[in-house]
Each structure stands twice: as structure tokens, then as C-alpha cells.
């Protein structure tokens, strides 16, 4: 018998988000791709990260994370949703949110368990899922609302499905979801005995006056929720890795065993730089963040729309999905290429969004950038109007 990699290997391929990012620094671009935001780290979040290292903090946590930012996520949820969160039974803290979804996939699912995910999704979710041995169930979407029906719903059921997954705001979309909807979902997951994983990670991230609403604060939800996020967007610490879950004490202490067996905790100083940021940072700094993010969505989609990759304007988080079937090419990676090789600028094949076909025609964009960086994206991607002219001509 020959040495070979695990069957595992085919389930999980390196994400066109990340392989996009390394052709951009082959060619020197700006890098539009990958959601890895650039801008400044709060200083309350920086200090306190550089005092606990000061201070020698930087042994193991607990497994399931520093008393200090436990506490402070559950003030967090029981003001902001009205959800009644102890600190010492319902959080766990994650090497990011991906590392919740993971650990809560090993922790509630079987083998073959049915997970129904929104098309487009987030390309993360579905390999976790495959990573884990669940089965994605695809509901298909299209803009400009990414509307769902309950039909749709029931048509994806079945007996092997054990849960949902909602993304709200969503990656790549920027589709807030709204109450009616979520309502929807909590009735239906209610008849059907379902979980519902909650992606809730872009929640600071919400234009145009529109309402973010944790599923798990409706109803009935609490007990059937797993309410995952984190600070890598809110305060620019994506590499930081510090995510969480926020759920029933019966299904968090199985998703923190799993954490603690994986990770065994996450990054003790920056966990204790992130505590401060949820416990001193107020409401206006997160109501400035929102209205910075929508000031960069509309010089973006300006852009966007000026040189006819029509853009489908997002209501929250901070990625746009664009038109490029008039770019040549015939499918979304080709098309991202080409807007590379022509501009510099860099972004995600729609391909890795989508099951169906309609992914082939859109790339996604990110605009976590400072200002001049989106700035000089947008002159770049000017010029690709005189290129298209000149072809068509």
C-alpha cells in the first residue's frame, strides 16, 4: 500500500477568496478580494492588547475564553437583543467564527445530516459543512432582494435535515434579512425540529436605516439557536482570530469541548484587547462605522455602475456583487482574471458564491479598504470602459 492524502482532501479545496488575494500581490494590484480589512484597530482594543502582554497575560485561557470578554459578549446580547446570556454557561469563545460554525458542526451533527444553506453562501459554510460530513441543501436566491419563499423551504426539507443556515447580513450579498423572513424561518425550523446556525458577524454592518435581529431573540429561538460571530470586522482584527458562540448552556458546552480539543483556546492578550473594545466602545462608535462603510459602498458602486459592471447595491456588510458578463470570458474566474490583468484590481469569482449558473456572470468586491485604496481601485477600474469600447469596436 502507497502513501496517500485522506479522502477528506477532496472535500476541502484552497477558497478562490484566498487564491484570488495571491494572484493580486503576484501583479502588485489592490486587492478587493479577500474581506481582510485594513482599516485602524481601535485604540482601546490596541491597549489593552499590549497591557495584557505587558502584564505576562499570555498563558492559556479558559477553554471557552477570558472571563473579561465572556462577560462582556453577555452584556453585549442581553442589551442589545434582550437575551437573557450568562456568561459562565452560554459563551464560548472561538479561534473566529469559523471555528464556531466548525465546532458546532462537530458538535450537533451527524454524519450525513442535511444543512440547508442560501445560494448565494458564504463558500466557508459550505466546507465546513463537507469538512464535517454534513450535506449542503441548496435554496436558490436572485437579486435584488435575494428573496425566498416558504415553498422553497418545505420543497428542501427532509428527514435528514437537522439545520439551517442563516447569514445575516450576508456574504457576499449584503441581504439584511428581515423580520418577516426571519419569522419565517423560526416557524419553520420550529415544525421541522431544526438548529439554526447564525452567521451574525457583519451585525454593525447595516445601511440605509435597515434593522439587524438576532434569530435567537425571536420566539422560541433561544433554545435552538447557535448564534455565532465576532470581532475580526467590527474592530479591523481579522487576524486576531477571535470569534464566539452564544447558545443554550446544553449545546455550548459540547461546542467548547470541541473548541478546546481543536484550538484549545483562542489567543489570551487579544482576546483581553477585544473584551475592552465590546465593553468600552458605545453605540456611536458602531453608528460612525456603519455610516463610514456606507460612504465607501457608494464610492465603490459608483464606480461600479459608471463603467457598466452594474452593481447590486448591498444593504449591509461590506462586499458588492457585480456584473461582468461584459467583460470576455466565459465563466466569473476568467472574467476576475481578466479585470486583474486589466486593471489590477482583484476580486472573487461569482462561481464560489453559487451552485447554479448564476454565479458565472458576477464577481464580488470588498470595501473594507481605506478610502484611497477604494479610491484608487475605482481609477483603475475606469479604464476598463475604453478597453471594453475598443473591443467592441
Not at 437573557?84 to 452560554?90: A, I, L, M
Not at 442560501?118 to 441543501?137: G, K, M, N, Q, R
Request: charge should be negative.
Amino acid at each position: 500500500m502507497s502513501l496517500s492524502l485522506s479522502s477528506r482532501h477532496e472535500w476541502v479545496r484552497k477558497s478562490e477568496l484566498r487564491a484570488m488575494s495571491v494572484e493580486c500581490e503576484r501583479v502588485g494590484g489592490v486587492n478587493l478580494s479577500q474581506g481582510v480589512c485594513d482599516l485602524a484597530v481601535p485604540e482601546p482594543v490596541v491597549r489593552a492588547a499590549k497591557d495584557a502582554i505587558d502584564r505576562g497575560d499570555n498563558s492559556y485561557s479558559r477553554h471557552d475564553g477570558t472571563a473579561s470578554l465572556r462577560r462582556a459578549l453577555a452584556e453585549k446580547y442581553n442589551r442589545r437583543a434582550g437575551l437573557d446570556v450568562d456568561p459562565e454557561s452560554n459563551v464560548v469563545v472561538t479561534a473566529g467564527a469559523t471555528g464556531a460554525l466548525y465546532c458546532s458542526c462537530l458538535a450537533l451533527l451527524e454524519p450525513g445530516d442535511e444543512v440547508i444553506l442560501f445560494e448565494p453562501y458564504y463558500s466557508y459554510h459550505e466546507s465546513t459543512l463537507l469538512a464535517t460530513e454534513a450535506v449542503p441543501v441548496f435554496i436558490s436566491t436572485k437579486a435584488p432582494d435575494w428573496s425566498f419563499s416558504l415553498e422553497d423551504l418545505e420543497n428542501a426539507v427532509s428527514e435528514k435535515t437537522k439545520a439551517i443556515i442563516v447569514n445575516t447580513p450576508s456574504n457576499p450579498s449584503g441581504k439584511v434579512w428581515t423580520r418577516s423572513e426571519l419569522e419565517m424561518i423560526a416557524d419553520f425550523c420550529t415544525r421541522h425540529d431544526l438548529f439554526v446556525f447564525t452567521d451574525e458577524i457583519y451585525e454593525h454592518f447595516v445601511f440605509d436605516d435597515l434593522e439587524h435581529i438576532s434569530v435567537a431573540s425571536l420566539p422560541g429561538m433561544w433554545q435552538r439557536t447557535i448564534t455565532m460571530s465576532g470581532l475580526s470586522k467590527t474592530f479591523s482584527i481579522t487576524g486576531w482570530r477571535i470569534g464566539y458562540a452564544v447558545c443554550d448552556a446544553k449545546w455550548a458546552k459540547a461546542i467548547g469541548n470541541f473548541s478546546d480539543l481543536i484550538y484549545v483556546c483562542a489567543p489570551t492578550p487579544l482576546q483581553l484587547g477585544a473584551a475592552a473594545g465590546v465593553a468600552q466602545l458605545d453605540d456611536e462608535y458602531f453608528v460612525k462605522l456603519a455610516a463610514k462603510y456606507r460612504r465607501k459602498r457608494e464610492i465603490l458602486c459608483g464606480a461600479l455602475d459608471k463603467v457598466g459592471l452594474t452593481p447590486c447595491v448591498p444593504q449591509g456588510a461590506y462586499y458588492v456583487l457585480a456584473d461582468v458578463t461584459s467583460l470576455p470570458g466565459n465563466n466569473s474566474k476568467e472574467r476576475a482574471m481578466y479585470l486583474l490583468q486589466q486593471t489590477g484590481v482583484a476580486s472573487v469569482p461569482g462561481e464560489s458564491f453559487f451552485k447554479g449558473e448564476a454565479g458565472k456572470g458576477l464577481v464580488r468586491f470588498c470595501f473594507a479598504k481605506e478610502d484611497e485604496v477604494i479610491e484608487d481601485a475605482c481609477r483603475r477600474l475606469g479604464s476598463i470602459q475604453g478597453k471594453q469600447v475598443r473591443a467592441a469596436g
